[in-house]
């Protein structure tokens, strides 16, 4: 009946991806003296509440980019989760972004962040035997990270605490992926609560991606991702 009051800026999440395809999330502040952090917008996104928590920081500009051009020269570009990781693969090569990722990839001046789908996105290869986001369909990721995944039957959905390996800081979230993903010799990102090795991390660290929904949540983390 509309008798309760509108209350903006909440910092509570969306919830559901609405507002994000609809631009809620397009930030217009300039970069000059922030933070400029690009996430991409797959077609299939999901779990895109991860990036949410950089929308409340007053130093970070958070911009959505669809397309090859409007990437530029980002400080950090985090590649979010996927319903279809196959057909999101696709769409990234179809509109370019693949080339624009493996540019910044070659610098050392960006930071290269993959959640879930994104994190399989970064790999060597996709395997998808059982059909379960394509007809059977096997494609070459972007090869940033040596890691290759297949889309299983079983899905993994699990709560996990973990601690950041570089950096040393507590974070935890949840699992929710078909995706099993083999690793060649090569840094964790992350260490579980049981001493077990999670996700890949590029020598220098500015290429890295993990399961781990919720990253961000944790302020202590977050603060420090912003802060290098």
Excluded at 124 to 134: C, F, V, Y
Aim: aromatic share 6%; proline share 5%; charged share 25%.
């Amino acid at each position: 009946f509309g008798v309760v009051p509108y209350l903006k800026d909440l910092g509570l999440p969306e919830e559901d991806s609405v507002g994000f395809k609809s631009g809620l999330f397009d930030d217009a502040r300039s970069a000059e003296n922030g933070v400029d952090i690009a996430v991409l917008d797959l077609p299939h996104i999901s779990n895109f509440t991860d990036v949410e928590p950089l929308r409340i920081e007053p130093d970070v500009r958070l911009r959505i980019v669809r397309r090859a051009h409007d990437l530029g020269h980002p400080d950090a570009v985090i590649l979010p989760g996927s319903k279809n990781v196959i057909g999101d693969l696709t769409f990234l090569r179809a509109v370019g972004l693949d080339r624009s990722l493996n540019k910044l990839a070659a610098t050392d001046r960006c930071e290269i962040v993959g959640i879930c789908g994104g994190y399989q996105i970064l790999g060597r290869s996709i395997n998808d035997p059982h059909g379960i986001e394509s007809p059977g369909a096997e494609l070459v990721g972007l090869g940033l990270l040596p890691i290759d995944t297949v889309l299983e039957q079983n899905k993994t959905l699990t709560r996990t605490e973990a601690r950041h390996r570089i950096s040393g800081m507590k974070v935890e979230g949840y699992e929710i992926h078909h995706g099993q993903s083999r690793t060649d010799d090569i840094p964790p990102a992350l260490i579980g609560s049981n001493g077990q090795a999670m996700g890949a991390c590029r020598g220098d660290g500015l290429l890295w991606g993990s399961y781990l929904h919720g990253l961000f949540d944790a302020d202590g983390f977050r603060r420090w991702f912003i802060d290098r």
